[in-house]
C-alpha cells in the first residue's frame, strides 16, 4: 500500500496545516517538512523494488472503484515516475525549509501550506497515476492549486491578474487533455497505461491520431508554458518566491514535458509530432531566451527562461530520437537544481533588501556573500559553464542538433537555433548576477542588505552542491537513475550513452564554446542599455494584453448571448427552457422508435379518475389565479402536489408519495417565506416585441398542452410495456441477495445506483451554502418590503399609500396563532418518526430522504412559531456541520468499502448476535443513509435559515426607519 499512502499522505497533511492557529508558523513548517520528508523517504525505500529486473520493474496497486464503467483508483511506479515523484517530494522538503524563514508570521500561513501539501499531492498524483482518466482529474488539481497559491497575497491586484491567467489558460488545456485522452482510450481499448503504451502502432495507424495529438499538445503545451501559451508564466511570479521554485523545479509547468515523455512511445516518431512539439518547443526555447535579456524583475528573469529551457526539453522530445528524450529527461532533473537554486536566491535578495529591481540592486556581494557564491554558481550552471550540470545536457542538445536526420535546411537550421538560444542563456545569466552582486554596492534600497539566516540558505546551497557533483561525476551521481528512467520509457529500445564530461574535440563542444563567447560580449553590449524599457523588435507584442482582449470579447459576446437568449421575466426563462427540452424531446423519438406497448390498459376506476379530476382542477386554478392570489395560488399548487402522491400511492409507489409529500409541504413552506420579496405584477405587461397579454397566453398554453401530451404519451408508452422489458425486473431479481434489502427503490439509491446518490446530495449541499451566500448579500429595497396590513390600510386612509390589488396581500399569520407549546412538542416526536423513516427504508418505504424531510418540517414549523431569535437560542442546529458531516458520512460508507477489496459504495454487511440485544444485522448502507439524512436536514434549514434572516433583518430596517409602530 505504499504508492497509496504515498498519494494520500500530502492530502492529509493539507487537512490538518488548515486547522492549525495561525500563529504556529513552526508548527506549521514541521508539518509540512515531516509530510514531504516522510514521502521522500517512502520514494527512496521503493527504488530496489523499481529497479529490480534489469530494466526496471513497475510497482502496481489497484483499489475497485467503478469496474462497470471501467473507473478504477490505478497507481504505477516505473522507474521514470519514481525519478519525477523522488524530484517533486525531495524538492518540497527544501522549498518547506526556505518558506519557514521567506514568510512572514503576519502571513496566512496555515494557508499556505495547506495548499502546497495539497499541490504536492496533486502533482504526485499526475505522476503515479496508471489510469489516463484518473491523471486528468490530478492535472485539474494541480491547476486548482497552483491557482490558490499564485493568489496567495489575494489583496493584491497584480496576484489575482496572474491565478486568474494561469487558471483559465491551463484550465482550457486541461478540458482539450481530456477530450484527447478520451479518444486516445477508446482507440487503444483501455484508459489503463500499461494498455495504452503498447498500443503505440495501432494509435498512430488511426484517422483519429492526429486529432488526439493536438488536443493533448494542447493539454502539456499549455500547462508547461509553451509558445504561444508562455505569457501566462511570468504573471505568476506575483506568487509567494517558495511557490515560484516549487512550481518552476518540479511540479506544474514540469507537468507538461512530464506528460509528453510518458506518452513518447505512443505518440512520438511522426512528423506531425514532430512539428505540433519540435515547433512550439523551438519558438519557446528562442523567444523566451530572447525576452530573458530584458527583464527588469529577477523574477521576470527567471520566469522567462524557465520557459527557454522547457522550450529545449519540449525540442528534445519532438525530435523523435531516442538519444534526445535521454537528454531531455536529463535536462528535467537539472534545470530543477538550478532554477530553484536561483529562485531562492531571488526570494532571499527581496526578502532582505524589498526590492527585486535589476534597476537597482548593485554589489550585493559585498553584503550577501554567500547568498552571492551560490547564486553564481547556479546562474553558471543555467548558462552551461563546463563541469556543471547544466553544461552536459545542453551539451547532448547541442549534439543531438548536430546529428539529428532530418533535410538540409533542417539540418543547418536547427543546430543555429540551438547555438543562439545558448547565446541568449549565457547573456541573460551574466546580466542577472552582474547587476545584482556586482559593481558599487546600492544606496536607498528599502532595506539594509544582509545574509539571511543559515538554515535558510541551506537548501539553495544543498541545490548547488548537486548541480557541481553531477557535473563533474555525472556517472557516478545521477548515471544509475537517469539509465532507469529512460529505460523505464523505452524499455528494450533505450539507447547506450555516456555520460563523461570530456567528449574530445567536436560539433557540440564547439557550439558550447560559441554560446559561451557569444553570450559575454551580447551581454557586454547590453550593458550599454542599464535600465531596459521595452524589448527591441518585440516591444508591441504582449501577451497578457493579447489574452485581457480575448477575455473582454468573450465576454462582451456572452453578455450579448445572455441578453438575446434571457430575460429578467421569470416566465420568459421558463419558456426558453421547455422550449429546449421539448425541442430535443422530439430529436429523440425518431431514433430510438418510442411508440405504445403491447400491454392493454386497465379499466378506469371512478375513484382515480375523481383524484385526477380534482387535481386538474388545482392546476387550473393555479393558472388562473396567479394573476389574482399568489397566496391562493400556492394553495392550489400544493392541492395538484397532494392529488400526485396519491396518484403515487394507487399505483404501489410508497416511497416515490413519501417524497413527493414531504417535498410538497417543505417546497410550500419555504415559497411561502420567500413570497414576500417578489415584486408586484402588473396585469398590463406586454409579452416580448409588444405581444399582447393575450397572445402571451395563448402561446403559452399551446406550449403547456405540447409539454403536457408529450409527457403523457410518454407515460403511456412506459406504462403499456411488458413487465420483463427494461431494467425492473433486474432491480427486482437482485435487489435482495446483492442490496440486502426488500425496498427495490432505496437499494436503488443506496446500492445499485449509490454514487449517482452521492453526487446528488453534494449538488444539493452546493446549492444550499449556494442560497446562504446569495440571501446574506441580499438587500432589499426599502419600497420592496411589504408594511404589516394595520400599518398600510391606515396609509390609505391617510392617502400616503394607494390600494394593494389582491395579488399583493400579504402572508397570512394565521399559523402564528397556533399553540406554540404544541408545535414545540412535536418536535421530539417528528424526531422520532424521521429515525423511524430512515431505519426501515431498505426494508420498507422511508429512508433518508424521507427522514431528513420529516425532520426539516419539524424544525421549519419551530422557526414559524418561536420566530428566529427563539430557535436559535434555545435549539442550536448548526446546519453547515449537518451538511459537512452528513457527506462525510456518506463518504466513509464508500471509503469502507476499499478496506474490504471492493468498489467504492460496495454495501458491506455484519450479522451477529449480542448480549441482551439479541440478533444485530448492520448494513454500511445505513451508514450512507445516515448521511443523506443529515445533510438534507442541514441543507434544508439552512436554507431556510438565510429567508428567516432576511425576514428578520427586514423587521429590523423597517423599526429604524419609523415604518412600524
Known amino acids: 500500500?505504499?504508492?497509496?499512502?504515498?498519494?494520500?499522505?500530502?492530502?492529509?497533511?493539507?487537512?490538518?496545516?488548515?486547522?492549525?492557529?495561525?500563529?504556529?508558523?513552526?508548527?506549521?513548517?514541521?508539518?509540512?517538512?515531516?509530510?514531504?520528508?516522510?514521502?521522500?523517504?517512502?520514494?527512496?525505500?521503493?527504488?530496489?523494488?523499481?529497479?529490480?529486473?534489469?530494466?526496471?520493474?513497475?510497482?502496481?496497486?489497484?483499489?475497485?472503484?467503478?469496474?462497470?464503467?471501467?473507473?478504477?483508483?490505478?497507481?504505477?511506479?516505473?522507474?521514470?515516475?519514481?525519478?519525477?515523484?523522488?524530484?517533486?517530494?525531495?524538492?518540497?522538503?527544501?522549498?518547506?525549509?526556505y518558506a519557514r524563514y521567506y514568510m512572514s508570521p503576519t502571513d496566512s500561513v496555515p494557508r499556505f501550506f495547506s495548499f502546497f501539501l495539497a499541490f504536492m499531492g496533486a502533482m504526485l498524483g499526475v505522476v503515479l497515476s496508471g489510469h489516463l482518466i484518473q491523471m486528468v482529474m490530478f492535472w485539474e488539481m494541480t491547476s486548482l492549486s497552483s491557482f490558490m497559491l499564485i493568489a496567495y497575497w489575494h489583496h493584491r491586484s497584480e496576484a489575482r491578474r496572474g491565478a486568474r491567467m494561469a487558471l483559465v489558460v491551463t484550465g482550457a488545456g486541461g478540458l482539450a487533455l481530456f477530450g484527447g485522452v478520451l479518444l486516445l482510450g477508446h482507440i487503444a481499448g483501455s484508459y489503463?497505461?500499461?494498455?495504452?503504451?503498447?498500443?503505440?502502432?495501432?494509435?498512430?495507424?488511426?484517422?483519429?491520431?492526429?486529432?488526439?495529438?493536438?488536443?493533448?499538445?494542447?493539454?502539456?503545451?499549455?500547462?508547461?508554458?509553451?509558445?504561444?501559451?508562455?505569457?501566462?508564466?511570468?504573471?505568476?511570479?506575483?506568487?509567494?518566491?517558495?511557490?515560484?521554485?516549487?512550481?518552476?523545479?518540479?511540479?506544474?509547468?514540469?507537468?507538461?514535458?512530464?506528460?509528453?515523455?510518458?506518452?513518447?512511445?505512443?505518440?512520438?516518431?511522426?512528423?506531425?509530432?514532430?512539428?505540433?512539439?519540435?515547433?512550439?518547443?523551438?519558438?519557446?526555447?528562442?523567444?523566451?531566451?530572447?525576452?530573458?535579456?530584458?527583464?527588469?524583475?529577477?523574477?521576470?528573469?527567471?520566469?522567462?527562461?524557465?520557459?527557454?529551457?522547457?522550450?529545449?526539453?519540449?525540442?528534445?522530445?519532438?525530435?523523435?530520437?531516442?538519444?534526445?528524450l535521454v537528454a531531455a529527461v536529463f535536462h528535467i532533473v537539472n534545470h530543477a537544481t538550478f532554477k530553484a537554486s536561483l529562485f531562492m536566491a531571488a526570494g532571499i535578495v527581496d526578502h532582505e533588501t524589498g526590492t527585486r529591481d535589476l534597476g537597482r540592486l548593485s554589489g550585493l556581494s559585498r553584503a550577501m556573500p554567500l547568498t552571492a557564491a551560490l547564486a553564481v554558481v547556479a546562474a553558471a550552471a543555467m548558462a552551461g559553464v563546463p563541469l556543471l550540470n547544466g553544461f552536459l545536457s545542453k551539451e547532448m542538445f547541442f549534439a543531438e542538433t548536430v546529428f539529428l536526420d532530418r533535410p538540409d535546411w533542417q539540418h543547418v537550421g536547427l543546430p543555429l537555433a540551438a547555438t543562439l538560444a545558448g547565446v541568449f542563456s549565457v547573456a541573460y545569466s551574466l546580466r542577472l548576477i552582474q547587476r545584482v552582486f556586482f559593481g558599487p554596492l546600492a544606496r536607498n534600497l528599502p532595506h539594509a542588505p544582509h545574509e539571511p539566516p543559515r538554515w535558510m540558505l541551506l537548501p539553495s546551497a544543498l541545490l548547488v552542491a548537486a548541480c557541481v557533483l553531477v557535473g563533474i561525476v555525472p556517472e557516478l551521481v545521477i548515471g544509475p537513475f537517469l539509465r532507469m528512467a529512460t529505460a523505464a520509457i523505452l524499455g528494450a529500445d533505450a539507447p547506450t550513452y555516456s555520460l563523461a564530461v570530456w567528449h574530445g574535440f567536436n560539433a557540440p563542444l564547439l557550439m558550447s564554446l560559441v554560446a559561451l563567447g557569444g553570450g559575454t560580449l551580447l551581454h557586454g553590449a547590453l550593458l550599454t542599455r542599464r535600465r531596459a524599457t521595452t524589448v527591441p523588435l518585440l516591444e508591441a507584442i504582449d501577451g497578457r494584453n493579447l489574452f485581457d482582449a480575448a477575455l473582454r470579447a468573450l465576454t462582451a459576446g456572452a453578455g450579448?448571448?445572455?441578453?438575446?437568449?434571457?430575460?429578467?421575466?421569470?416566465?420568459?426563462?421558463?419558456?426558453l427552457i421547455f422550449i429546449v427540452a421539448l425541442g430535443g424531446a422530439l430529436l429523440l423519438v425518431k431514433?430510438?422508435?418510442?411508440?405504445?406497448?403491447?400491454?392493454?390498459?386497465?379499466?378506469?376506476?371512478?375513484?382515480?379518475?375523481?383524484?385526477?379530476?380534482?387535481?386538474g382542477t388545482c392546476a387550473l386554478a393555479v393558472a388562473w389565479l396567479a394573476k389574482f392570489h399568489r397566496f391562493a395560488t400556492i394553495a392550489f399548487a400544493g392541492g395538484a402536489g397532494l392529488a400526485t402522491s396519491l396518484t403515487f400511492v394507487w399505483f404501489s409507489a410508497p416511497d416515490l408519495a413519501l417524497t413527493q409529500l414531504t417535498v410538497e409541504v417543505v417546497t410550500t413552506v419555504l415559497i411561502l417565506l420567500g413570497l414576500r420579496w417578489l415584486p408586484r405584477r402588473d396585469k398590463n405587461i406586454a409579452g416580448p416585441g409588444g405581444a399582447s397579454p393575450r397572445l402571451r397566453r395563448a402561446r403559452d398554453i399551446l406550449l403547456a398542452g405540447a409539454c403536457g401530451l408529450g409527457l403523457a404519451a410518454l407515460a403511456y408508452a412506459v406504462l403499456t410495456r411488458p413487465a420483463t422489458d427494461g431494467i425492473a425486473p433486474f432491480f427486482v431479481q437482485h435487489a435482495l441477495p446483492q442490496g440486502g434489502g426488500l425496498n427495490v427503490v432505496n437499494v436503488i439509491l443506496v446500492d445499485f445506483r449509490g454514487f449517482d446518490t452521492f453526487g446528488e446530495i453534494t449538488v444539493l449541499g452546493i446549492v444550499a451554502l449556494t442560497v446562504y451566500a446569495l440571501l446574506r448579500r441580499f438587500r432589499p429595497a426599502p419600497e420592496s418590503i411589504p408594511l404589516p396590513r394595520q400599518q398600510h390600510e391606515q396609509d390609505v386612509q391617510s392617502g400616503n399609500a394607494a390600494p394593494r390589488n389582491n395579488q399583493d396581500a400579504l402572508l397570512p399569520t394565521g399559523v402564528m396563532m397556533l399553540p406554540a407549546v404544541l408545535v414545540r412538542l412535536l418536535l421530539p416526536l417528528a424526531m422520532l418518526v424521521s429515525l423511524f423513516f430512515l431505519l426501515r427504508g431498505h426494508n420498507a418505504p422511508g429512508g433518508?430522504?424521507?427522514?431528513?424531510?420529516?425532520?426539516?418540517?419539524?424544525?421549519?414549523?419551530?422557526?414559524?412559531?418561536?420566530?428566529?431569535?427563539?430557535?436559535?437560542?434555545?435549539?442550536?442546529?448548526?446546519?453547515?456541520?449537518w451538511i459537512a458531516i452528513g457527506l462525510l458520512l456518506a463518504a466513509a460508507a464508500g471509503i469502507g468499502a476499499a478496506f474490504a477489496g471492493a468498489p467504492f459504495l460496495t454495501s458491506q454487511a455484519w450479522h451477529g448476535t449480542l448480549p441482551v440485544v439479541g440478533e444485530l444485522h448492520l448494513s454500511s448502507v445505513l451508514l450512507f443513509d445516515l448521511g443523506v439524512y443529515m445533510l438534507v436536514v442541514g441543507a434544508t434549514v439552512l436554507m431556510l435559515v438565510a429567508i428567516a434572516h432576511q425576514s428578520l433583518r427586514s423587521h429590523h430596517h423597517r423599526t429604524a426607519t419609523g415604518e412600524t409602530r
Open 192 to 324: 489503463d497505461l500499461d494498455t495504452v503504451l503498447t498500443a503505440g502502432p495501432r494509435i498512430q495507424a488511426h484517422p483519429w491520431y492526429p486529432t488526439v495529438l493536438v488536443l493533448i499538445a494542447l493539454g502539456a503545451l499549455t500547462k508547461s508554458a509553451q509558445f504561444p501559451f508562455h505569457f501566462w508564466l511570468p504573471h505568476a511570479m506575483s506568487a509567494p518566491t517558495p511557490v515560484s521554485a516549487y512550481l518552476h523545479s518540479a511540479t506544474m509547468v514540469k507537468a507538461g514535458v512530464f506528460l509528453l515523455a510518458r506518452l513518447w512511445p505512443v505518440l512520438a516518431g511522426t512528423e506531425t509530432w514532430f512539428w505540433i512539439v519540435g515547433g512550439a518547443g523551438l519558438c519557446s526555447l528562442v523567444l523566451a531566451g530572447y525576452l530573458a535579456m530584458f527583464q527588469q524583475d529577477m523574477k521576470g528573469v527567471l520566469a522567462y527562461s524557465t520557459i527557454s529551457h522547457l522550450g529545449l526539453i519540449t525540442l528534445l522530445l519532438g525530435m523523435n530520437s531516442e538519444l534526445a
Open 591 to 615: 431514433p430510438f422508435g418510442i411508440g405504445w406497448g403491447t400491454r392493454s390498459p386497465q379499466p378506469l376506476e371512478p375513484a382515480f379518475a375523481l383524484l385526477w379530476v380534482v387535481g
Open 848 to 881: 433518508g430522504f424521507v427522514g431528513g424531510l420529516i425532520l426539516a418540517t419539524a424544525v421549519i414549523l419551530q422557526y414559524l412559531v418561536g420566530g428566529t431569535l427563539w430557535v436559535e437560542s434555545r435549539l442550536p442546529i448548526q446546519p453547515l456541520y
Open 560 to 575: 450579448g448571448g445572455l441578453r438575446w437568449l434571457s430575460s429578467q421575466r421569470l416566465q420568459m426563462q421558463m419558456l
Open 1 to 97: 500500500m505504499e504508492l497509496i499512502l504515498l498519494t494520500i499522505l500530502p492530502f492529509l497533511g493539507s487537512l490538518c496545516a488548515a486547522f492549525l492557529p495561525s500563529n504556529a508558523r513552526n508548527a506549521e513548517a514541521w508539518l509540512a517538512g515531516t509530510v514531504a520528508l516522510a514521502a521522500t523517504a517512502i520514494i527512496i525505500s521503493l527504488y530496489p523494488q523499481v529497479a529490480a529486473e534489469g530494466a526496471g520493474g513497475v510497482l502496481r496497486q489497484h483499489l475497485p472503484w467503478a469496474p462497470a464503467l471501467g473507473l478504477d483508483i490505478s497507481l504505477r511506479m516505473d522507474g521514470f515516475a519514481w525519478l519525477f515523484a523522488l524530484l517533486v517530494t525531495g524538492m518540497g522538503t527544501l522549498v518547506v525549509i
